[in-house]
């Protein structure tokens, strides 16, 4: 019997990365679900809810992310997708934002995608033919007025993708970052309360008229990290409806 693919889905436990985790449940990998913490009816009535298994972690925490993938290598011989969903948004500018939001926006955003993907690689090496995809931002193309925190990170990991990409692609492994605009999740749900916007409101400059839903992202990682893909790698690219700043 051919044994099942297997892939680590970061920030699983949010808006974007459990419809990533159900999606990839769905396309035949058995998916190890990352997050600080999950909600207890997560992926309740998932028909593949078999195929999620929940690991705790603080992914802000290098040491933490090591702890979680010795574990893994012990259950595992390789890996065939990463794709890391992990975030924050801290807000402010440079005089505004404060230092402990700098350093955290940065902790989780890009030392969390950093070092999950340094501590999967040589599981991904092992599987032959394998993918990451790192979910960045469109703010991480073109910055956001009073987001200067967020949108360096998500550069960040724009960069850090391509490096990537160039570094291992020779040994198989494919990497892209996705950058999203608006999608419906607990994350804009806080925006949209802050700022007193509706739905709505946000939709209105989307030239596609919506704003986007995780599954909307969902499907493109599951391309992303599945075979018809296997041309593309050091990828930006963009899932905003139309809307490009
Ligand atoms: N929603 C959007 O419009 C949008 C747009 C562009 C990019 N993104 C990015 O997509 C990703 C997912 O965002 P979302 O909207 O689903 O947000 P979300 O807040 O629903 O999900 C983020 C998840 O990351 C987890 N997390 C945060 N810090 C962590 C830590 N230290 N250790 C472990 N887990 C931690 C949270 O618990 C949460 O489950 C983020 O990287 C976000 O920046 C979102």
Known sequence: MEEAKTAVVTGAGGGIGSAVASRLAADGFHVYALDLRFADDAWKDDPNKDRIESVPVDLGDPAAIKAAFDELRGKLTSLEALVNCVGIMRRGDALTLTEQDWFDTFRVNVDGVFFTCREALPLLEKAGSSAIANIASNWGLTPSPGHIAYSASKAAVVSLSKSLALDYGRLGIRVNAVCPGEILTPMVEQKLRDNGMTEEDLAAPIPIGR????????????????????????GAVEITGGLWS
């Open 211 to 234: 704003v986007g839903r995780p599954v909307d992202v969902a499907g493109l990682m599951s391309y992303l990290v599945g075979p018809e893909s296997s041309y593309m790698t050091g």
